[in-house]
Structure formats: structure tokens, C-alpha cells
């Protein structure tokens, strides 16, 4: 089991950033990749950003590329995603994901889920 817990979430005026936090705990952390979703009102969820188990290897959906950064630090067992030049359409609510195995990124079907953090993004 691992169990995923968000942090970082808020309300943010577009061209803003905020900063997303995933604490894992359960297994040892380079066991596993992790991505972040999110999930837009009246969408279905997808994929923002994925990273191996090391971080060395990550993938980005076009839409934020260049404006997003996913990373992991493991003396603190956390995932991390630096958002920054926000727009409107970025809002939503944000997971957290595990997946096995952990040498790529992952980009489907993980295997735990964190319960969310809303993101807000206004004009």
C-alpha cells in the first residue's frame, strides 16, 4: 500500500504560481513512478506530468509544457509540481498517483490514488 497526501493547493490570479506537494508513504520511494492528474469541472480527468523513480526521465502533456515542473525529492519522500505562468484553464482539482513499476514515467492506470487539492486559476 501507498498512501498519497496533497498539499499546496489555492487560488491564484492567471500568470500566478503555486507550488503542489505529494507526501508518500507506505513503500520505499524508489519503488515506484508518480504522476500528477488533475481533473477539470464538467472533464475527464488526465494526465499533467509524470516521473520515474528517479526523476530523471519525466513526460509532460502539451498544455504545460514549459510552464510546469515535475520533481522528486527523496530524502523527504515528495513529489513535487511547480506550476507556474497559470491560466484559467488549469483549474481543477489535482491528484497524486503512484504507479508500479517505477523505471518510466507512467502515464495510465495508477495504482494509488492521493484524494486531491483544488487548484483555482482566476482571470
Known amino acids: 500500500q501507498v498512501q498519497l497526501v496533497e498539499s499546496g493547493g489555492g487560488w491564484v490570479q492567471a500568470g500566478g504560481s503555486l507550488r503542489l506537494s505529494c507526501a508518500a508513504s507506505g513503500r520505499t520511494f524508489k519503488d515506484f513512478a508518480m504522476s500528477w492528474f488533475r481533473q477539470a469541472p464538467g472533464k475527464e480527468r488526465e494526465i499533467v506530468a509524470a516521473s520515474n523513480w528517479r526523476g530523471d526521465k519525466t513526460y509532460y502533456v502539451d498544455s504545460v509544457k514549459g510552464r510546469f515542473t515535475i520533481s522528486r525529492i527523496h530524502a523527504e519522500n515528495t513529489l513535487a509540481l511547480q506550476m507556474d505562468s497559470l491560466k484559467i484553464e488549469d483549474t481543477g482539482v489535482y491528484y497524486c498517483?503512484?504507479?508500479?513499476?517505477?523505471?518510466?514515467?507512467?502515464?495510465?492506470?495508477?495504482?494509488?490514488w492521493g484524494k486531491g487539492t483544488q487548484v483555482t486559476v482566476s482571470s
Open positions: 498517483t503512484a504507479q508500479f513499476p517505477g523505471l518510466y514515467p507512467q502515464v495510465n492506470n495508477p495504482n494509488y
